[in-house]
């Protein structure tokens, strides 16, 4: 499995999982926005899905040791006006079948990067 993180700002990410097998994004290095940011206790929504995955098993997105989404062929979900919060101060665990596949998460950084400034400057409603 291979991570790419293919957008990274103070307040929102945008992860890419390939391949088979799992991978862990992990909240507290992995999205860090630059040298000088620290994570304390980090809280990240999933507020976008984009997923390829073939075959006849599914790809799952998991949090704290609970599936909250199992992707199958090739497929999109945006949340309008709000995102997934459950489990988000977990790291998100994306496990692919034998077959391999690819799952784009859209991440919205919501507490513990110390960016609390660049939430308050748009103006802080940042799809809870």
């Keep these: 499995m291979a991570l790419t ?9 945008v992860a890419m999982v ?11 290095t992995d999205l860090l926005f630059g040298l000088n ?13 984009l997923w390829a995955v073939p075959g006849a098993t599914a790809a799952t997105v998991t949090r704290n040791g609970v599936v909250q989404w199992q992707l199958l062929g090739n497929d999109d979900f ?5 995102s997934d919060k459950s489990n988000n101060t977990f790291d998100i665990v994306v496990t692919m079948p034998g077959g391999g596949g690819t799952v784009i ?16 400057n748009v103006g802080g409603d940042i799809l809870q």
């Design 105 to 120: 998460l859209e991440l919205n950084k919501m507490a513990g990067y110390g960016n609390e400034q660049q939430r308050k």
């Design 18 to 28: 390939t391949g088979a097998g799992a991978t862990t994004v992990t909240l507290a």
């Design 5 to 13: 993180i293919l957008k990274k700002t103070p307040i929102h990410c």
């Design 78 to 82: 945006e949340f309008k006006g709000w």
């Design 37 to 49: 940011e620290t994570a304390g206790t980090p809280e990240v929504n999933i507020s976008g899905l």
